[in-house]
C-alpha cells in the first residue's frame, strides 16, 4: 500500500499519541519503533495510509536528531509519502540548541519547501497559543511544571524566542512569524491571505496560535496542502478528512482488521506517576499481583526467577498485575541505594524479562503503564512495528503486532494517560472487539 502522510514523532509516547489521534478519523496507521530498515522487504510491504515514526531524538545532540529524523523522511519519501509531519511535544519539549527548530530546517531543506508551520496547540489537553505564547493550563509554559523539567526546563513561554536561536545556530538568515488568533478567527481566507504575505517577505516559520479546536481546524484547512508541518499532536486530527476531501489519499479502502489476540492477559506497571499508581491500586481487586522490589532484585540474584515461576503458575487467562511502581519516597530511597539510571535499568529489565516469561506461557494481552517500560518490553519482545487500534483513553490506542508469529495487543501507556480504571476499562475493551 502506498503511503499518503508520514509523521515523525521525537519520542515514544508522543508517537503512540498521534498515531491514536490519526486513527481515531479510521485512517489506518502504522507506528514503527526506529526508522525502519530500507531493505526489509516485509516492512516496506505492510506500510499503512498513515505511517508514523518513533525516534527517541528530543534530547539527543542536535546532529544525531537531525541525522535520525533525515533518514526516516527518506524512508517515508521513499514509500511514496508526499505529506509529513514532525511531531514535538505539545510543550514544546527542547533545549537551547535543538531539536525542534533545527531539526524542521533539516526537514525543510530534504523537502525543498520554503515554509513550515509550528503549531504545538493542544486545546483539549489544555496546552494553547496565544500571541505567541504557550499556556500549560491558566499558566504560562515558564510558570508551569516544566519549567523544573530534568532534561528539557522550559524558561520561557514566547515560542518565537524559544525557536529562532535554535534556527539561527543552523542559519542565521531564517526568520520566524506569528499567526495570531486575529487572523485564524477571521477564518480560512485571512490565515491564507497572511500565509502568503508571509510567503512573500520570506518569512519561512510560521508560529500558529489557537487556543479551541475550532481554531485548529481554520488552520489546517489553511495548510493541509503543504509538503511539511510541525507541532503537537492535535493539528493532525483534522488532516485524514481534508486529505480525501482534496483528493490527497491514493485509496481510502481500510485496510483488514487485525486478528485478535488469544485471551491470556497481563498488566506490567514501571510508571510511578500518581496517576499510574491509582491506576495500580483500583486494579488490585481485580487481578493477581506480583511485586517487584529493585532493592530485592539488585542482592538475590534468584529474584527474577522467583517472580517468574510465581508468574507461571498462574493461569494466563487470570488477570495478573505486576507492579514496580512505587511512590516518590521510596523511589527516592532506591535511587539512593543504587543509583538513578541502575534503578531505572534494573526494573525495566525485571519488568521486560516478566512480559516475555508471559508470552511464552500464553499471554497474548499486554498492557504497560510507563514510557521507557513500555519502550524496554516492546525491545525485548521483538516489536518493531504496531497497527493502531481503537484509542482506550485519549492518547493511548490498543496497538497490534505479530511476536514469533503469534497475534498480540499491546496498550502501552505514558504515565500520567488514563482515568484510574484504565487498566480494567482495556482489557474489557479488548473483549468487546
Ligand atoms: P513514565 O511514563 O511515568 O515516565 P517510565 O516507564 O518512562 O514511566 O519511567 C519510570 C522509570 O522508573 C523506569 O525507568 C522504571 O524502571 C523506574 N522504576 C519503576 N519502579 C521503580 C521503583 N520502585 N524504584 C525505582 N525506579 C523505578
Request: proline share 5%; aromatic share 6%; net charge negative.
Given at each position: ?267 506490567l ?82 519488568l521486560s524479562?516478566?512480559a ?10 499486554f498492557?504497560v503503564?510507563?514510557?521507557?517500560t513500555s519502550?524496554a518490553v516492546t525491545?525485548q519482545l ?52
Open positions: 500500500m502506498a503511503v499518503d502522510f508520514g509523521c515523525i514523532a521525537d519520542d515514544f509516547t508522543g508517537a503512540t499519541d498521534i498515531a491514536g489521534i490519526l486513527a481515531r478519523t479510521g485512517a489506518t496507521v502504522n507506528l514503527r519503533i526506529g526508522v525502519p530498515d530500507a531493505t526489509d522487504q516485509l516492512a516496506t510491504d505492510d506500510t499503512a495510509a498513515f505511517e508514523v515514526i518513533a525516534l527517541k531524538s528530543r534530547t539527543a545532540p542536535v546532529d544525531e536528531a537531525i541525522a535520525q529524523t533525515t533518514q526516516a523522511l527518506a524512508w517515508l519519501q521513499q514509500q511514496g509519502a508526499q505529506r509529513f509531519f514532525w511531531k514535538y511535544c505539545s510543550t514544546f519539549d527542547s533545549t537551547a540548541d535543538g531539536n525542534i527548530g533545527s531539526v524542521s530546517l533539516a526537514l525543510m531543506k530534504q523537502l525543498g519547501t520554503d515554509r513550515t508551520l509550528y503549531c504545538p496547540a493542544f486545546p483539549e489537553n489544555g496546552r494553547s497559543v496565544y500571541m505567541g505564547y504557550l499556556y500549560v493550563g491558566q499558566q504560562l509554559l515558564n510558570e508551569s511544571p516544566m519549567q523544573h523539567h530534568p532534561l528539557t526546563p522550559m524558561r520561557d513561554a514566547n515560542l518565537a524566542r524559544l525557536l529562532a536561536p535554535q534556527i539561527a545556530a543552523v542559519d542565521a538568515a531564517e526568520t520566524v512569524g506569528n499567526l495570531l488568533l486575529s487572523d485564524i478567527r477571521q477564518g480560512v481566507a485571512a490565515v491564507t491571505q497572511r500565509l502568503q504575505h508571509y510567503q512573500a517577505t520570506g518569512v519561512r516559520h510560521i508560529i500558529a496560535d489557537a487556543i479551541e479546536a475550532d481554531d485548529l481546524s481554520v488552520i489546517a484547512e489553511a495548510t493541509h496542502d503543504w509538503p511539511l508541518l510541525t507541532g503537537g499532536s492535535a493539528i493532525a486530527m483534522y488532516l485524514p478528512a481534508l486529505y480525501a476531501r482534496a483528493g490527497l489519499t491514493q485509496h481510502s479502502s481500510q485496510s483488514a482488521a487485525p486478528e485478535v489476540p488469544g485471551a491470556g492477559q497481563i498488566v506497571s514501571g510508571s510511578c506517576s500518581s496517576m499510574t499508581r491509582q491506576q495500580v491500586a483500583a486494579y488490585r481487586s481485580h487481578a493477581t499481583s506480583i511485586d517487584v522490589d529493585p532493592l530485592v532484585l539488585a542482592r538475590d540474584e534468584s529474584e527474577l526467577p522467583r517472580l517468574i515461576s510465581t508468574l507461571q503458575s498462574i493461569p494466563p487467562e487470570s488477570p495478573k498485575l505486576i507492579v514496580a511502581s512505587a511512590d516518590p519516597e521510596q523511589v527516592k530511597h532506591v535511587q539512593s541505594e543504587l543509583g538513578v539510571e541502575a534503578a531505572g535499568t534494573l526494573v525495566e529489565s525485571a524479562a516478566l516475555a516469561a508471559a508470552f511464552d506461557t500464553g499471554v497474548r494481552r498492557v503503564a510507563g514510557g521507557e519502550g525491545a521483538g516489536v518493531d512495528r504496531l497497527r493502531i487500534g481503537p484509542e482506550i483513553a485519549p492518547g493511548v490506542p490498543w496497538t497490534y503486532t505479530r511476536v514469533k508469529g503469534e497475534s498480540v495487543a499491546l496498550a502501552l501507556k505514558s504515565g500520567n494517560f488514563g482515568q484510574p480504571d484504565f487498566f480494567h476499562k482495556a482489557l474489557t475493551q479488548l473483549e468487546s472487539h
